[in-house]
Structure formats: C-alpha cells, structure tokens
C-alpha cells in the first residue's frame, strides 16, 4: 500500500476506481448499468438526477483482456503527464486538464454519441497530449515501435478494428477534447495573443498541498509555486549570484 500512495494522485484513483468497478462489474458483484452514462437518468426533472454517472462512466472496461489494457494505458501515458510534463508545473494543474476533458468528454460522447462509457476516450485525451509533449519519444504498442506522435491514431485503429466505427467515434472525442485543451491554454494565448482562463484555482491548489512559494516534486526536479501578486518578497539575503545585464559587448581583443 505505500506504494501505491506514492503514485500520482489522479491517475491512481481513475486507475483503481476503473479496476475496481469493472472487475466487480463483469464478476456479477454490482450492477454496472447503475453506472454507466444514460443521458436520460442525469439530465431529468421527472426524477432525481443521478449524476454520478457522469463520473462512474470513466470507471468501467470493457470485457476480457480490455479490464487489464485499458486501466495499463491509462496510468502509462496519464502518469507519465501527471509526473513529467511541464504543462501541469502547479499542484492540481494535472486534475483541472482531467476535469475538463472529461466534461467535454461526457458532453460529446454521451449526449450526442450515445456513447455509456468513457474510459477509451480519457485514454485517448491522455495519449494524446502525451504525444503532444513527447512527439519523437519511441513508444512500445504491442509488438510495434514507434514515434510518440502516432500513438492516438494507432490506439483508434485497434478500436476500430476490435470493436466498430461508432466505438472509434465516441473514443475519438477525447483526443477532440484534449486539442481544446491545448488550443486554448497554449494555442491561443502563445500565437493569438488570448488569454488562458483555464487556470488552477487556489483552493484546488491547496488540495493538492499547494501553496504560494511551495515546491512540487516532478519527474525532472522541482516546480516553484508562483508568489501571490499580494504577498511581500520574503526578507533576508538572497543566495546565489544575480543575474547580470548584458550589454551589446565587444569581440574579445578589442
């Protein structure tokens, strides 16, 4: 169990929780239709809305050797963001990208596709914005090997051609979700001048222990928490030397 509590927060309890559920699931143990997403149970007024499913649709595999792939590429590609990339540097940056997809996820998928499960499509957005980061990094895909930036479309192929068009579909909308993501946290305001409104909320941040100058442990070293623009500089001397100002200098000898 220590190890367990030593891996990344949010890819961990998605991982478990899809574990969990699906193998309770398909052993007959709980019902999984009280799980999965059926726009008419949650978007209701005749009755209470049962939005849990907007959330329990994530937890549930899909039969056979599904129970073990599809929680295995979650946490590969979902850690791998959550511990190394530079996109989620803050506490908590790493649950609100989730929040998002997912939201995006349920809306596209389950309202329009009809789709009663999420978890392919969460995969997806993870492996995407993964090959987004890592684009030349080889990856292993079954007994094939090869740049990072293929991965989505070959994880839409093997549904397509394991299950059918319309499984694709709905898992396609994650990799649609996680492009959103990016286009409007990195697209947008880097070349278009916009502005990111996607941004960690104090109190997530704190969830996560997360405070103005705390340090986040990362893959590659340590993320510097940004200063509250209120808080006053700390006191004391400063270690290290400062920074120099370059002028436009000469060539040496002259």
Do not use: C
């Amino acid at each position: 169990m220590d190890v367990f509590w030593t891996l990344p927060p949010v890819t961990r309890t998605i991982t478990a929780a899809a574990v969990v559920v699906s193998a309770l699931g398909y052993a007959h143990i709980i019902d999984l239709m009280k799980f999965v997403f059926i726009p008419q149970y949650v978007f209701t007024t005749k009755m209470v809305p049962q939005v849990w499913r907007l959330v329990t649709g994530f937890f549930i595999t899909k039969k056979n050797m599904a129970i073990a792939l599809d929680p295995y590429f979650l946490y590969q590609y979902g850690s791998g963001l959550e511990r190394e990339s530079s996109r989620f540097s803050q506490p908590g940056d790493f649950l609100v990208y989730t929040a998002f997809v997912g939201s995006f996820i349920a809306v596209l998928a389950g309202y329009f596709l009809s789709a009663w499960t999420f978890l392919p499509a969460l995969t997806l957005a993870y492996a995407y914005t993964y090959a987004q980061d890592n684009p030349t990094r080889q990856v292993s895909f079954f007994i094939l090997t090869f740049d990072a930036k293929y991965l989505p479309f070959a994880l839409i192929f093997l549904t397509l051609i394991m299950e059918n068009a319309d499984a694709a579909l709905a898992q396609a909308t994650g990799l649609i979700a996680a492009h959103l993501y990016d286009f409007l946290t990195r697209i947008w305001p880097t070349f278009g001048g916009g502005t990111n409104y996607l941004t960690t909320p104090a109190t997530v941040k704190r969830w996560f222990g997360g405070g103005p100058g705390t340090q986040q442990a990362r893959g590659y070293g340590f993320a510097q928490a940004a200063r509250s623009p209120a808080e006053p500089p700390a006191a004391g001397r400063t270690t290290g030397a400062a920074v120099p100002q370059w002028g436009p200098g000469r060539r040496l000898g002259e």
